[in-house]
């Protein structure tokens, strides 16, 4: 059973940073695409960015872009994501999200196992 624990999450004032990281344990990580996912209070949940299995690629919203990036490190089963330059409009629960697949032209699809999500909220 796959497991994905973020961690990471705070209250920020806005244009500061934060670090999240998702541990994963119950599947082979190194051949996962991993995936952060963000939903705001009242709006559905949105893609954020991805990583392929080896780190070599990945894929930012264009809100994010520039401010954000994911990384992993396959030897200790995590992927981490690291916000810069955080606006109000950041605040969400992100979650940490796992496909055993990859799309390249669809970013978003695909992903089927889901963290519980940790609350990043950046204050004016």
């Known amino acids: 059973q796959v497991q994905l624990v973020e961690s990471g999450g705070g209250l920020v004032q806005a244009g500061g940073s934060l670090r999240l990281s998702c541990a994963a344990s119950g599947l082979t990580f190194s051949s996962y695409t991993m995936g952060w996912f963000r939903q705001a209070p009242g709006k559905e949940r949105e893609f954020v960015a991805r990583?392929?299995?080896?780190?070599?690629?990945?894929y930012y919203a264009d809100s994010v872009k520039g401010r954000f990036t994911i990384s992993r490190v396959n030897a200790k089963n995590t992927v981490n994501l690291q916000m810069n330059s955080l606006k109000p409009e950041d605040t969400a629960v992100y979650y940490c999200?796992?496909?055993?697949?990859?799309?390249?032209?669809?970013?978003?699809?695909?992903?089927?196992?889901w963290g519980q999500g940790t609350q990043v909220t950046v204050s004016t």
């Open positions: 999200a796992a496909s055993r697949y990859y799309y390249v032209s669809q970013p978003s699809r695909g992903f089927d196992s």
């Open positions: 990583i392929n299995w080896s780190g070599g690629s990945t």
